[in-house]
């Protein structure tokens, strides 16, 4: 049996083809649907709550899958079988197929993930060989559950945008893999993960983006963190790791002497 956590909001069309195309699938799933339509929690809670509700089950895999997204029968199975031949991919995820055109991967794997995402694409015939990406979209991700129990949960600062690709780099820091299945697909009719005429979304993306900045691009958030977060500057970062560079060169040599 395999979860499926999709967070609903506010389009119940997309969540009932969502849906049909789940129970259509060749392995056996159980599906979680977080509704958000009267407490919007976003994205990321969602996720997180609908995880956790899984973590004690008999399963190796969760997948978070978007209401938008529908995916073709043998998907899950696909994915499923890759992973359990790699057991050192830690996620996976299909083609996303544009809904207007199935013939054009709209998402094949992660390219820039700041300040906005930005995906690989392309005819689907360029893509028929598994890849292992930089990060993978959240509109559908199997993810392994021993890597989440050893990893932990999405990082809860993001609302909405930003913790897909922050969880693919926690987990590649972390030794995992992240691999795009070309024999798994699925149509992503796209919501409102694009632009949105709603400015408090676009303001919460925006929000996430600067965490996103603030952890990943900059040692802003180690030194709100840290003891000695508010003595750390450029020069003083790179005059340290520079001494710890040639400190390292130094044993080297004595050791390889010694031996």
Not at 63 to 70: A, C, K
Not at 95 to 107: A, E, G, K, M, S
Not at 186 to 195: F, V
């Amino acid at each position: 049996m395999i979860p499926v956590i999709i967070p609903y909001y506010k389009n119940e069309d997309h969540l009932n083809k969502c849906i049909s195309h789940l129970k259509k699938q060749t392995v056996q799933v159980e599906i979680y649907v977080r509704d958000n339509n009267k407490e919007n929690i976003y994205f990321t809670a969602a996720v997180n709550e609908g995880i956790r509700n899984y973590l004690n089950y008999e399963c190796d895999y969760i997948v978070i899958l978007n209401q938008d997204m529908y995916l073709d029968t043998l998907a899950l199975e696909n994915m499923k079988e890759f992973m359990d031949s790699n057991p050192l991919c830690g996620i996976s995820v299909p083609l996303q197929l544009d809904y207007t055109n199935p013939n054009n991967v709209i998402f094949a794997g992660g390219k820039e993930a700041f300040p906005s995402g930005k995906h690989q694409n392309g005819p689907l015939m360029e893509f028929k060989k598994n890849e292992m990406i930089l990060w993978g979209n959240g509109a559908c991700m199997m993810i392994r559950k021993e890597m989440i129990q050893e990893i932990g949960l999405f990082d809860k600062n993001y609302l909405f945008i930003g913790s897909d690709s922050d969880y693919c780099f926690t987990a590649r820091s972390r030794g995992w893999q992240v691999w795009r299945i070309a024999n798994a697909k699925g149509i992503h009719q796209c919501g409102a993960s694009g632009e949105s005429p709603d400015i408090n979304i676009e303001l919460i993306k925006i929000k996430d983006m600067i965490y996103f900045g603030n952890k990943w691009l900059t040692y802003e958030l180690y030194k709100d963190l840290s003891y000695e977060g508010k003595n750390l500057d450029i020069e003083n970062i790179t005059s340290t790791m520079n001494e710890l560079e040639q400190t390292a060169e130094e044993l080297e040599s004595i050791y390889s002497n010694m031996i």
